[in-house]
């Protein structure tokens, strides 16, 4: 399990990822902004989790499309299991990061940041079965127009397209869960402290995803004639106790 300490690789953005790509000496998870025990040992559970809520990555021949694979094991398990199942797998994120991803027939690289990334765009409107967007929206905030990221990849889905925001930080689940007896447990067992978190209330947080800011984006989603969830992390997730997902399904 995770601890309460601030990842160190908080704050970074899409040209930080581009030069982390490159960076000699990193392990995979850095490379994606994680410290190894944020991932290591945990990215097959993270792949289960995600096929549990996305049932149309098991079906045949879909159009999947992964905004922000990365380059860790999750996105070449889902290379595979796209490959294996004779989906059609697209991929976007910079050219240095999708360097480490392997070839594989079916899949389809684009460099570029989403929803910039006109050609892709243009070409996917209302085709793709499956969109995942994991642990990429925080990014998303600080460097993209936020809405038009949603709006974009709405547009994109075919009817009952299913599409994860997932591994969203929101800063008001880890408020909720430090202030709570639980949480004070949690932090001192794992700092092996006797004193309590810190938890800030009533300030402002720049850049950071709270429950207005998920609220917001199911709101709009709903508003634009699409069904959408607040759903839980598995448990046995490393960070599920300050992380959440959003599905979206075009009816
Ligand atoms: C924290 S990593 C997550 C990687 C992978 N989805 C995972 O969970 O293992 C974030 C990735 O998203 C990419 N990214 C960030 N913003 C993006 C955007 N607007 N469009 C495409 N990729 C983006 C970064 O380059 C990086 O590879």
């Known amino acids: 399990m995770a601890t309460s300490a601030p990842n160190p690789y908080a704050n970074i953005g899409f040209e930080d990822f581009r030069r982390l790509a490159q960076q000699p000496g990193l392990s995979k998870y850095e490379r994606i902004g994680f410290p190894d025990s944020y991932r290591e040992g945990f990215e097959a559970e993270i792949f289960r989790d995600i096929l549990g809520k996305l049932p149309r990555l098991n079906e045949d021949r879909q159009v999947i499309l992964d905004v922000g694979p990365g380059c860790s094991d999750l996105p070449v398990m889902l290379i595979e299991h796209c490959a294996a199942r ?12 999708l ?27 209302g085709r793709v079965n499956v969109l995942l967007c994991y642990s990429v929206l925080h990014y998303v905030l600080v460097d993209a127009a936020f809405f ?10 075919a009817p009952g397209g299913e599409f994860l925001i997932g591994d969203i930080p ?62 839980p992390q598995s448990r046995a997730l490393p960070m599920a106790n300050r992380r959440e997902d959003i599905l979206i399904v075009r009816p």
Do not use: W
């Open 170 to 231: 929101n800063i008001s689940k880890r408020k909720r869960f430090f202030a709570s007896e639980t949480g004070v447990r949690f932090h001192q067992e794992f700092m092996k402290t006797a004193e309590r978190p810190e938890v800030r209330f009533n300030q402002i947080e720049p850049d950071q995803i709270d429950d207005a800011v998920v609220m917001a984006l199911l709101q709009r989603a709903r508003a634009q004639g699409f069904d959408a969830y607040v759903v």
């Open 148 to 157: 038009r990221f949603l709006d974009t990849a709405l547009s994109l889905l």
């Open 99 to 125: 360097g480490h991803l392997p070839d594989r027939a079916g899949t389809h690289k684009h460099a570029g940041l989403f929803p910039n990334c006109p050609d892709l765009v243009a070409a996917q409107q």
């Open 86 to 97: 004779g989906h059609e797998l697209h991929l976007v994120d910079s050219a240095e990061m």
